[in-house]
């Protein structure tokens, strides 16, 4: 009597590799190259790449290409990336964004090499007798005109310029446009005894107007500093790009209330960026975008904790009626001082000829 056959799982398994060997083999000789390379795709098998009849690729061979071609050149590319680009920048923001924390911008009022050089311009200017020419109507226009500008300059220069050239949409020459026109860069160089930033890179119209724009740029900060108090802050990216932050950091001007405000508006008058909102408003409104925490408003506000300089929770000045009284015998709250001696005499000595 003949042996009835049993269908066991080894022969079911025998079964399925010998297809298996046939597809993995001669694959696309039976399916095509298409439909192989389709299966092989969907169930990846062990058939050798070098095979030119088998039902596709190893899994293996793209593995191994992916990894050396893509992901390997990919993770080059991102490690130059990362040490080239990524990191240096994030090391500029996180010490940016430390040093932000702490003092805030307070950076503009007590740091910055371009705002005190302008303040100290504007003092020798007062020295030398020449009155303070202010940004309030009726006098240089609107000081609220004039704030949009600094955030135009901060979002075409400092941001989209600079991306539109690294995409290729602008000239190479349009890469660090804020730079090439910033007074800051040229009057600190300035102050090395380098004068190498004042040259105009001839050959290029580019870069010739932005070299000629920062020139201007600097000599009317500089110039304009004896008169007006801090020209180019008014117009600095770099101040409304503290603005965008500056509810981050502790540090900052509070006037809670207006009840003991005396509507004086002498901390406007003593505010070298003419803040109106200081002596109009309260709270949040009060410690406005254009604020440098430079600490005048509390020095020469009369009445005693109305505006305070606070870090955290802690005060760090308070206004207070006797302060008041002892700064204004040696500075007007506009900045006016006694011209020096000579200057003086020198005034006498006209007047007296012209009343003759
Ligand atoms: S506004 Fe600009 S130039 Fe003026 S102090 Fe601040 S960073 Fe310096
Ligand atoms: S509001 Fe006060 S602290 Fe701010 S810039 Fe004006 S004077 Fe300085
Ligand atoms: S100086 Fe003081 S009292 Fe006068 S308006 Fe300013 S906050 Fe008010």
């Given amino acids: 009597m003949a042996e009835k056959t049993v269908l066991t799982l080894g022969r079911i398994r025998f079964a399925v590799q010998l297809v298996m060997l046939f597809v993995t083999v001669y694959g ?21 790449a070098y095979d030119q009849m088998n039902g596709g690729y190893c899994v293996l061979i793209p593995t191994q290409h992916i990894l050396h071609h893509r992901i390997g050149e990919a993770l080059v590319r991102a490690q130059q990336l990362t040490f080239g680009m990524v990191l240096p920048l994030l090391m500029t923001f996180l010490t940016f964004f430390a040093f932000f924390f702490v003092i805030g ?18 003092k020798l200017g007062r020295r030398f007798g020449i009155g303070v020419r202010r940004f309030v109507p009726g006098d240089l226009g609107n000081v609220r005109r004039v704030r949009p500008l600094k955030w135009l300059i901060l979002l075409g220069l400092v941001f989209v310029l600079p991306l539109a050239t690294g995409l290729g949409v602008t000239p190479h020459s349009l890469g660090n446009p804020y730079c090439d026109i910033c007074p800051s860069r040229v009057a600190t160089t300035l102050l090395t005894g380098n004068t190498e930033q ?4 001839l050959g290029d119209g580019v870069s010739f107007t932005l070299g000629a724009i920062a020139n201007l740029l600097v000599g009317f900060t500089l110039v304009g500093a004896l008169a007006l108090r801090q020209p180019f802050c008014r117009i600095c990216p770099l101040l409304a790009f503290n603005a965008v932050f500056q509810r981050l950091s502790p540090m900052r001007l509070a006037k809670p209330s207006r009840e003991k405000c005396g509507s004086c508006h002498i901390c406007t008058e003593a505010c070298p960026m003419d803040i109106p909102e200081i002596s109009q ?21 009369p009445q005693d904790g109305v505006i305070r300089l606070k870090w955290g929770p802690w005060s760090l000045f308070s206004s207070s009626r006797d302060y008041y009284k002892g700064r204004v015998q040696r500075e007007l709250p506009d900045g006016t001082v006694k011209p020096l001696k000579f200057v003086k005499s020198a005034a006498r000595t006209t007047h007296g000829a012209a009343d003759a």
């Fill in 198 to 201: 004042l040259a105009l890179r």
């Fill in 281 to 301: 408003q309260e709270g949040r409104k009060a410690y406005h975008e254009e604020c440098t925490l430079c600490g005048r408003c509390a020095e020469y506000c």
């Fill in 28 to 48: 696309s000789v039976i399916v095509g190259t298409y439909m192989a390379d389709k299966i092989s795709n969907a169930l990846p098998a062990l058939s050798c």
């Fill in 105 to 122: 911008k307070a950076f503009c009022g007590w740091v910055c090499p371009l705002g005190t050089l302008q303040e100290w311009i504007g």
